[in-house]
């Protein structure tokens, strides 16, 4: 696990690391804050085989990608316990930075970022999924 320079939140892992968490740890979960637009187009995770879903609570808000008002509401809802391990993913690892910093602030001990996202960086085609990522990484996933 990488520390994050940032102390501003628990720290960042990699898709792998995160996939291990969530089978070891009954308690954690994983918080896809990627939009509903890229949860029905791009695919999500699949944790059946760990009898877990992802919690799905969008941060920004396609097509203009505002902040969601609710987001820390919502995830408050879903995740009263403020001690679980909440491991943010988006598409690249980078919205799942501020979430994890928000809800840091917000009183959760321990905010994750994953790192690479759903999708990963771009390659020089300005591909997706082709160079790191849960997907490329062949985590389980599926297509909605």
């Known amino acids: 696990m990488l520390k994050s320079s940032l102390p501003r939140y628990a720290g960042d892992i990699n898709p792998i690391e995160a996939w291990q968490i969530l089978k070891t740890d009954s308690k954690s979960v994983l918080l896809d804050v990627r939009t509903l ?10 944790l059946s085989s760990l ?10 808000s396609f097509p203009n990608m505002e902040i969601n008002p609710c987001f820390i ?3 408050i809802n879903a995740c009263p316990d403020k001690s679980t391990r909440l491991l943010s993913l988006c598409r690249s690892g980078q919205r799942s930075i501020e979430t994890s ?5 917000h009183g959760f001990q321990n905010c994750y970022n994953v790192l ?3 999708e990963g960086k771009t390659d020089d085609g300005s591909h997706r999924s082709n160079l790191e990522g849960w997907k490329y990484l062949n ?3 599926k297509q909605n």
């Not at 637009?37 to 699949?46: I, Y």
């Not at 009898?51 to 920004?60: G, N, Q, S, V, Y």
């Not at 910093?101 to 602030?105: A, F, G, S, V």
């Open 37 to 46: 637009a890229e949860w029905n187009f791009v695919g999500v995770t699949d």
């Open 116 to 118: 690479e996202g759903f």
């Open 139 to 141: 985590l389980p996933w």
């Open 73 to 75: 509401d919502e995830v």
């Open 51 to 60: 009898k877990k879903d992802a919690l799905k609570i969008e941060w920004k």
């Open 101 to 105: 910093i928000e809800l840091t602030k």
